[in-house]
């Protein structure tokens, strides 16, 4: 893939506490990067509010590697992590994913095709065919029931997996539906899909090779009572947002 069809690509890594992790998955994303065929990318580590030598180690990586730059913030939240780079950046994409890349990042040139041919948003899909995934019982079963319950309730076309930390931007049309995701932590990635999908983006789905990390930070039983608020909050008003939306810019989605 030429330059002059991707210009440059940001692959945004939200970390808290990842002092162990990070040096090693850094270096492992940074080497398998150089063997795609890519444009300009650099890997951008936004390290919200670490309390450990998490800012140490995202110094030293940046002052090492020219293609790895680290920002810090002093709150926690992967939606404010997101946010807060695809607001500033001079990338035409964004690509996020796990610090410990449980979403194989043989995924990346799939994903980059399909920003290459027209897509706002890719998301890595664990459930799709051709997806592979190793995790437990409990968290398969609610991962399953989550997105079965976003099915039923907002009928989705673009997506079946709203949750896979690996996702991409086109940051020309995400940064004019951005405004309406309210939410900064964890239930950003579902909002930000129902967003994009009611304002008329591209939303598309590529299966990927997923391997659950047995010391993630994500703590279960209150992401769920989040996901399940913030479900409750979009039903309400994702229409009128919209709407409201589509009266100020008129065809969100052309590009």
Known sequence: MSESHLDSIDFVIPIYN???ALSDSV???RRRLFNFD??????VIVDN????GSQVEGEALSAHFRRVQYERLEVKGRGLALRHVWNRTAADYSLYMDVDLSTDV???PAVVAALHDGAD?????RLADGAETDRCLQREVLSRGYNLLIRALFHPTGFDDAQCGFKAVRLSTIRRVLPLVENDHWFFDTELLLVAEGAGLDVRSVPVRWAEDRDSRVRIASTVLEDLRGLARVRRSLERKIVQLSGNEG???AH
Do not use: C, Y
């Not at 890519?38 to 890997?43: E, F, G, S, T, V």
């Not at 509010?49 to 450990?52: K, N």
């Open 18 to 20: 990842e002092e162990a």
């Open 27 to 29: 270096q492992r994303l």
């Open 38 to 43: 890519l444009p300009d990318w650099k890997i």
């Open 49 to 52: 509010g670490s309390t450990d």
């Open 106 to 108: 043989s995924a990346i």
């Open 121 to 125: 948003l890719v998301v890595g899909s």
């Open 251 to 253: 065809a969100v989605g």
